[in-house]
């Protein structure tokens, strides 16, 4: 870390250098306190230019020395020492000036930003509040209203957005650095604008904080941070500055410490360390310039979808004309629903058309560095696709299946190339998920599994890796999720109990409603080939439901009966009587909310614990990936590792041994055990 004093003329440039997004760390905090008392002592300078090297702007506090206690110089002591600075200082803004690097930027005198620059305080992403004035100084420099906007979202906005709001005195082309010294030459000549922290604020209308309560809760669900960002700015409006920042900066040192901002922190650093796997370091991926998607379906134009979002050209294949025309048509659809939903300008859903090449011609597969096959779950099709991919493709290209359930290494059999094969396992609808499972095969190269990461951060996605086993990681927790489901229907739930509780956990759904909406025949094709293999799969009641027809809402009915045309779940009498007759013999319990979710969430624990053990993830925040941005896991609880590890592993062995001792889930598997002696679950990093 490094912060530069460097002059032009009487202009102090300090140059803050931080790699990878100059957080500001204990030492840059710092450095930047003594950077003000040397500018402050030096007769010569007139202002100064706070700038950044690298690729962005102060990015915001340090967040991995959230889990220290916090040690001076604090940040709202740095930010006043700036605003209360002899000389005015200059953000020149580039990158990301998030956090607590815009509340360094609202302590400056003047605020400009390059035109790809974005500012926001994103901290209720992180389960706090800003904690260096933000919710103070904000709502003085733009008003209430927009202040709540930002801070309670923490979603940032972009340059233009941010001068439209007067967060920036000036968006700048051209060189940012010279730019800001012309600022800071011209600042010697004007009065110094007041700062910030001295500024009054406009009173609010009648109701307004309770109007703003109800949304931001309603947005919020069960995360506190928001509410708790908004009682700061109340507090602000209502409370002289320096109260205000003091109700902050306590709000935040105890949100810090919570378990929802721990739970995020881990969230938050695992997305980051998922895309970059150490095990692949130094290993380079393929350059992937132009991808192919053989088959387009739902799953398919999805796929398309998502290449042609992140502005790869695309060649979509299928078998004839008109399955070619129904795949564009699909992709088109897609790219339609963006623009009424004003994510993007109709100009720019023709551009993603015309990068959409449609054939049935597999020859122009010889243009292509990647082509993922997505067609129907079934080994001889997808096999049949392949032969015909090695006869067409370059050798060089990378060949990917988006299977869900059937094996990787059976579909690769027979590959002349089987190096350059491996699963990507998209996730429906693959345009909007984003997990990618990567699935090698024992004999994928390290380049090729490289390369399904790169694509993965290229898609803006999360990348898990998995291991080859019946549903990979998702799909085979999935299984446990929906068996204990039913176990919980056989021992004297229902339906509407089960699903309440687990919202009331955090989930969007609950179990059956969600395979209501996704439909239960996939599954029931599943258990059959389960079945095949001298499986027992555990569905006593859905096997019943589908044997009727009751495949969900496409059917008119599943776990729920739906009134014509409506969506709204209500509760079934066919379905309660097929829930008595298949509960002959099962005790009858009295279950709460809590005691439904420790019955499901636990034994996927389980489950995962087991698919650690077999290698089937690399790491445990893996699977908490992978069940967040998969399946609607709370990201607040951190995924169902983290909230196992949480909530301690020896209790969690308990309760999984006393649900087993009355037949209601699985015994803790050896692994799980371990865990819980050796205080956490092994990485096989670390193995
Ligand atoms: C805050 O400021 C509180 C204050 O109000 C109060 C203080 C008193 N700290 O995302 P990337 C690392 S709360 C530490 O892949 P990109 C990241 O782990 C904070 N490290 O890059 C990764 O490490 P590695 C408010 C951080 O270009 C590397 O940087 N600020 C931090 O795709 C690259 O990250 C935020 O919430 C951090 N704050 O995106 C901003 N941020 O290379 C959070 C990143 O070892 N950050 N790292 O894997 C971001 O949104 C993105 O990182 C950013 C760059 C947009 C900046």
């Known amino acids: ?367 292509a560095d990647l082509v993922i096959e997505a067609v129907f779950e079934d080994l001889a099709v997808k096999r049949a696709v392949f032969s015909r991919l090695e006869m067409v493709c370059r050798a060089d290209a990378v060949l990917a299946t988006n299977t869900s359930y059937l094996d990787p290494e059976e579909i690769g059999e027979g590959l002349a190339q089987p190096e350059r094969f491996l699963g990507l396992h998209f996730f429906s609808p693959a345009h909007v998920m984003k997990l990618l499972e990567i699935v090698p095969t024992g004999k994928t190269t390290a380049g090729v599994l490289a390369t399904g990461f790169a694509l993965a951060r290229l898609l803006g996605k999360i990348p898990v890796r998995a291991g080859i086993c019946d549903g990979f990681i998702g799909n085979r927790i999935l299984k446990v999720t929906r068996a204990q489901a039913e176990r919980l229907l056989l021992s004297g739930a229902t339906p509407t109990v089960v699903d309440a509780a687990m919202r009331a956990f955090g989930l969007p759904m609950g179990p059956f409603e969600a395979q209501d909406l996704g439909g239960l025949d996939i599954a029931a094709f599943q258990r059959k080939a389960a079945h095949e293999r001298g499986e027992v799969p555990f569905a006593p009641v859905a096997d019943r439901l589908c044997a009727m027809g009751r495949f969900g809402q496409k059917s008119g009915g599943g776990w729920y009966d739906y009134r014509h045309g409506e969506r709204a779940p209500q509760p079934s009498e066919i379905v309660g009587a097929t829930i008595v007759e298949e509960a002959a013999g099962w005790r009858q319990e009295t279950w709460d909310e809590v005691s439904i979710a420790d019955a499901i969430i636990l034994p996927m624990v389980n489950e995962a614990a087991l698919i650690l053990e077999e290698g089937m993830a690399v790491r445990a925040a893996d699977i908490d990936l992978v069940k967040i941005h998969g399946y609607g896991f709370p990201r607040w609880r951190g995924g169902p590792m983290h909230y196992a590890q949480e909530r301690g592993l020896a209790e969690v062995v308990g309760v999984l041994d006393r649900l087993s001792a009355s037949g209601l889930a699985e015994q803790p598997c050896a692994a799980l055990r371990r865990a819980a002696e050796d205080g956490g679950f092994r990485s096989l990093e670390g193995r």
């Open 1 to 367: 870390m490094t912060v530069a004093i460097s002059h032009e003329g009487a202009i102090a440039i300090v140059t803050v250098d931080n790699p990878p997004v100059n957080a500001l760390s204990q030492a840059l905090r710092q450095a930047l306190m003594e950077a003000v008392s040397v500018i402050d002592a030096d007769e010569s300078v007139t202002a100064a230019v706070l700038i950044c090297a690298g690729r962005t702007f102060i990015a915001g506090a340090d967040v991995s020395e959230f889990d220290k206690p916090a040690a001076p110089p604090h940040l709202p002591d740095v930010v006043a020492s700036i605003e209360a600075a002899k000389k005015p200082w200059v953000a020149a803004i580039h990158g990301s000036a998030l956090g607590g690097g815009l509340e360094v930027a609202l302590g400056c005198a003047y605020r400009i930003a390059a035109v790809s620059a974005n500012l926001g305080l994103p901290e209720v992403k992180l389960g706090i509040t800003p904690g260096a004035g933000g919710t103070v100084r904000l709502p003085r420099l733009i008003g209430i209203s927009e202040a709540v906007d930002l801070v309670t979202t923490g979603s940032p906005v972009d340059a233009r957005k941010a001068e439209a709001l007067r967060l920036v005195d000036a968006v700048v082309g051209g060189d940012l650095l010279e730019n800001a010294v012309a600022v800071a030459r011209d600042a010697a000549n004007r009065p110094r604008p007041q700062p910030i922290c001295e500024r009054s604020l406009p009173a609010v209308d009648a109701g307004f904080w309770e109007r703003a309560e109800k949304s931001v809760a309603a947005k919020a669900k069960r995360e506190i941070a928001p509410l708790r960002a908004l009682a700061c700015i109340r507090r602000a409006s209502e409370e002289d500055f320096a109260t205000a920042t003091a109700f902050e900066r306590e709000t935040f040192l105890e949100l810090r410490g919570s378990a929802q901002a721990a739970a995020l922190r881990h969230v938050f650093l695992s997305e980051r360390a998922a895309a970059r796997p150490p095990e692949l370091g130094g290993v380079t991926p393929r350059d992937v310039r132009c991808a192919a998607v053989v088959g387009g379906g739902t799953m398919g134009a999805g796929i398309a979808a998502a290449l042609r979002d992140a502005g790869l050209p695309v060649i979509l294949v299928e078998r004839d004309e008109a399955a070619v025309e129904r795949g564009l048509v699909n992709i088109s659809r897609i790219f339609d629903g963006f623009v009424k939903r004003g994510r993007i300008l109709p100009e720019v859903a023709a551009e993603r058309m015309a990068g959409v090449t449609g054939t049935d011609d597999y020859g122009v597969l010889a243009d």
